[in-house]
C-alpha cells in the first residue's frame, strides 16, 4: 500500500514495530518452552533431551452431583478417618474402665494322674489314679478409693473431647469442600465466557481485516483488533488450565485423584 501510495511512512514504521514486538515474543516463549522441557528432565531424572510434544487439550473429567461429591470427601477423608479411629478407641476405654464396678469372676481347673509301684509281695504290682479338680471364686471389689469412678469419668471427657474435634473436622472440611466447590463452578463459567469472548474478538478481527484490506480503517485499529483477538485466546487458556486446577483440587478433597484416568 506504500508502495503505491495508499499508506504512510509512519503505518509501515508501526507494522515494522510490531512484527519486531511479536517476533521477540514468539522467540522468549520458544525459549521458555525449551527450558521448561529441560527442567523436566532434570525432575525425572532423564540425560537424555526428548522433545516432547506437549498436548494442549484440556478434558474435564468431574461431572458429579454435589452431593454425592462430598459424601465421598467424608468417606475418603484420612483426618476424619483417624478421629473415628480414636472415637472408637476411647469408647472401649470407657467400657474398660467401667468394668471395675463390676465382680471378678474366676475359674480354676487341674488334673491330676497319679501311679505307683507296688513291692513284689504285693498283690498288685502297681496302682495309677486320676481325676479332675475345679473351682469358682467371686471378688468384688467394694471401695478403691474412687479410682474407678475417675477412670470412667476421664473416659467420658475423653469421648467427648473426640467428638467435639470430629465435628469440628467436619466442618472445616465441609468449609473447604464448599469453597473448592464453588471455585470449580466459577472457574467453568469463566472458561465458557471467555471461549464466547474469543469467538467475538475472532469475529470482530475478521471483520476489521476486511476493512482494513478495504482501506476503511488504519493501522491502529488493525493492530488493536489483533491484540484484542491475542489477549482473549491467552484468557482462555489461562482460564482453561485454573478450571483444570480447580477440578483436580476437588478430586483430591474426595480421595479419588489417584483413580481418575486424564
Known sequence: MFDYGQSTKLSVLNAEVDVNNDSIQLLNSRQELINAKRDLNVVMGNRQHP????VTEVNFQLHPVKEELYQQVLQNNVVLQQIEQQVRISDFQLKANKAGYLPTLGLTGSYGWNKS????ASNVLFSSNSGFSGG??????????GGTKTRVHNAKIEIENQQLIKAEAILQIETDFNNAWEDYQNKLFILATQEKNVQTNQNNFNRTEEQFKLGQINSLEFRQAQINLINAENAKNAAKYDAKLAELQLLQLSGTLMDTEF
Open 51 to 54: 522433545n516432547y510434544e506437549v
Open 136 to 145: 469358682i471364686n467371686l471378688s468384688w471389689n467394694l471401695f478403691d478409693g
Open 117 to 120: 509301684n507296688n513291692n513284689a
